[in-house]
């Protein structure tokens, strides 16, 4: 009768036992990226009641100095949300 209640507990034992589980868990890791530094934009430096040409030129040149911070700035980003390497 003992031998039998061990061979029962045995067969309980072993279907309580589950196969382990491999969990992914994103961590925060620190960006070591610095931020562009955000540059002057020519609009910002205008007087008021500046005629329309002068203004128009003004906006062009901001537009393509714009471009260029964004640029930077998506790539700051894309680094810092790259995935990181596996070992």
Do not use: H, N, W
Request: charged share 20%; glycine share 6%.
């Amino acid at each position: 009768m003992k031998g039998a209640a061990l061979v029962v507990c045995l067969f309980l034992a072993g279907c309580a036992a589950k196969p382990m589980q491999q969990i992914k868990t994103a961590l925060p890791v620190e960006c070591r990226v610095q931020t562009p530094v955000r540059p002057v934009m020519p609009t910002e430096r205008l007087s008021p009641g500046i005629d329309l040409d002068p203004f128009v030129a003004t906006a062009m040149a901001e537009i393509e100095i714009r471009e260029g911070y964004e640029g930077e700035l998506r790539e700051a980003l894309a680094i810092c949300t790259a995935p990181i390497a596996q070992p």
